[in-house]
């Protein structure tokens, strides 16, 4: 029998007489939003009001991790948390609360499952369609469920909203083990799924959810589940019980949770498939390139790169949040990436500051599909070094200009992703030559604050065509919430750890590998000339790291990175140490090419792990036991 649970305890956002106000004192109001089709839409699009922005520069989960930094006069919450600066009393990127125009999730929860008990009231709907609101409602649900689980790990399970008359022990509620979450998180989604609608691709209504979004979302459910973090970890969770002994993380590792994440996995891709969605490829001739782009591949390559993430609602694209933020207080994480306008003399005209790390720059491939420093030809030991650029390397740097090595021969997504000092930049409709040294046009204006503090540019998430002066100006897209290429991901992975390496892994894996312009893993790792472990993707332990960095490289700068550390468990080994960049107050190039630290991280581990519960829900509710070390 399911229990019922009394949202409101659990979000400080609204007290118990604002939870009066809404539900027992407006019951009239409650039926009339949904006697009709047109307004209980409303209540529909209330449900979906709580997707996190993620394409906000002060609301993103991409700057809470070691991709990006800012100067400190530009510091986000994401940046603090890295810095240590989170805390229970005022928590940041507070799910579980809300914060800013963030509400709180539980809030959410509380819609929905209002539109799930009343939506069958309304009278000129069919069954049909009340059925499947009521499944998107379900849904969400689940995914708000997911986020909290994600950011909290146990939490408690709100599967319908309790009268008022309920008693203090039924509004007090308690969390949940982790696989009590994930299992209720899975059965929800299931339920969904029996009602949501197939794909339409020709639809307004893309967006919102359908089958294939919820089963890929139920991929990743069962991937985070089966993961290190949540599975088996006695090591860091062995003493963390609730008040009846019970242990809130499993303590002993199950084999079985990857077998069920490689089989969702599976399920997702087909049904995808099946549905029209396919990894992207741009299909025009970009302008000023002429016979150029034709003849090369690897120009085509680096755009179905780029308009992977900017092309609207492109067939790689499984859900996008529709609702990209607007306006001036919340910043589109766009303008804070795009470079100034050349013809401007003004600093006003300098918005970018959201620089990618000297670490992410080494992350990417060298152009034979292997780490920087596992590629026998390429010059590890001296890749701060400087060099000319020859004729050879023309599309990725400027010919006879003087860049970093580590600039050079690398993969086509480390020239889609990154801007860099002697390298290029499609956007405001035209090619730019950059040059990002102080003083120059693309770098730090005299002692500015609007600058890239490493020396590197975000190019990934900014359209060619958005230009910087105004938020009019900026081509929108729906932020990739969910893309194809993370099922292929997935699926290699879940084989990986439930069965070892296998033709079928390599498969996924070289998918994703072969839009990106790079040779296939079988190729690249068992080159001998080039490969400095050979064979490395034949063992499990080999193919897993070469698997993680793939993942790392392919959905860098969309807020996967942080919950991929966390859940293998390696947050204290990329999120415990320095940032550090180019010298980019420097001049000259002997001055410039210096490697400085450019900012700090801090985790406490195990206790940033997860996020703080707001002392406020424990005071409010004492029932709820509050996370190791806040």
Not at 61 to 68: A, N
Not at 102 to 108: A, I, P
Not at 149 to 171: C, R
Not at 425 to 438: A, F
Request: aromatic share 12%.
């Amino acid at each position: 029998m399911k229990k019922k649970f009394i949202i409101i305890l659990l979000a400080g956002l609204f007290s118990c007489d604002n939870y009066l106000d809404i539900v027992p004192d407006q019951t009239q109001q409650v039926d009339l939003l949904f006697e009709r089709k047109e307004v209980a839409y409303t209540a529909l699009a209330t449900c979906y009001a709580y997707l996190p922005k993620n394409d906000g520069v002060y609301t993103s989960f991409m700057t809470m991790s070691d991709e990006i930094t800012t100067p400190i006069s530009k510091e986000t919450d994401g940046v603090r948390i890295m810095k240590g600066q989170q805390s229970a009393s005022n928590p940041k990127f507070g799910l579980w609360s809300g914060w800013s125009d963030q509400g709180s999730l539980w809030e959410g929860i509380r819609h929905c499952n209002i539109l799930i008990e009343n939506i069958h009231n309304v009278v000129d709907m069919t069954e049909e369609e009340m059925n499947s609101w009521a499944a998107e409602a379900k849904f969400l649900k689940a995914y708000y469920h997911f986020l909290l689980f994600t950011y909290y790990g146990p939490i408690p399970i709100v599967d319908e909203n309790l009268p008022i008359s309920a008693s203090d022990n039924e509004v007090r509620v308690k969390r949940s083990t982790v696989d009590q979450s994930v299992d209720y998180i899975v059965q929800t989604i299931d339920d969904a799924i029996l009602d949501l609608p197939v794909r339409e691709l020709s639809s307004n209504d893309l967006g919102r959810i359908d089958q294939v979004i919820a089963k890929s979302i139920k991929s990743r459910v069962l991937l985070y589940a089966a993961s290190p973090l949540f599975n088996g970890n006695s090591e860091m969770y062995s003493g963390f019980i609730n008040e009846d002994g019970e242990h809130y993380f499993n303590q002993t590792y199950d084999q079985t949770k990857w077998d069920l994440a490689k089989d969702a996995s599976l399920d997702a891709i087909n049904a995808a498939l099946e549905n029209g969605v396919g990894l992207y490829e741009f299909s025009s001739t970009p302008p000023n390139y002429e016979d150029e782009y034709e003849e090369s591949e690897f120009l085509r390559t680096l755009y179905d790169l780029k308009y992977t993430i900017v092309d609207k609602w492109n067939s790689e694209l499984i859900w996008g949040n529709s609702n990209p933020v607007r306006d001036n207080d919340w910043w589109q994480m766009q303008a804070a990436c795009m470079m100034k306008n050349p013809s401007a003399s003004s600093v006003e005209a300098a918005w970018q500051w959201i620089a990618p790390t000297l670490r992410i720059a080494e992350l990417f491939y060298t152009e034979n599909g292997l780490p920087i420093d596992q590629d026998l030809t390429y010059d590890f030991q001296n890749r701060f070094n400087t060099a000319t650029v020859g004729a050879s390397q023309n599309y990725q740097a400027q010919y006879g200009t003087t860049t970093a090595k580590l600039n050079l021969n690398r993969e086509p997504r480390f020239y889609s992703s990154l801007g860099f000092d002697r390298g290029y930049n499609r956007t405001w409709g035209n090619l730019w030559q950059l040059r990002m040294k102080k003083g120059e046009i693309h770098g730090r204006i005299a002692n500015s604050d609007d600058y890239l503090i490493t020396g590197y540019a975000l190019k990934k998430l900014v359209h060619p065509d958005s230009e910087g002066d105004g938020y009019n100006k900026i081509v929108t897209y729906a932020w990739p919430m969910i893309r194809l290429s993370e099922l292929y991901l997935n699926y290699a992975e879940a084989i990986n750890e439930s069965v070892g390496p296998n033709q079928e892994a390599y498969d996924a894996l070289n998918t994703v590998r072969e839009r990106a312009g790079i040779s296939n893993v079988e190729d690249a790792w068992g080159n001998a000339s080039i490969s400095a472990t050979l064979n490395k993707h034949t063992t499990q332990d080999g193919f897993r790291e070469i698997i993680r960095q793939e993942r790392l490289i392919e959905l860098s700068f969309e807020g996967n990175r942080y919950n991929d550390i966390r859940r293998w468990k390696q947050a204290e080994q990329y999120f415990n140490s320095p940032v550090f960049g180019w010298s980019v107050d420097e001049t000259s190039v002997g001055g410039y090419y210096n490697i400085t630290q450019v900012g700090t991280r801090s985790f406490n581990s195990p206790r940033d792990y997860f996020h703080p519960i707001s002392i406020n829900e424990i005071t409010i509710n004492p029932n709820l036991t509050q996370n190791l070390g806040w």
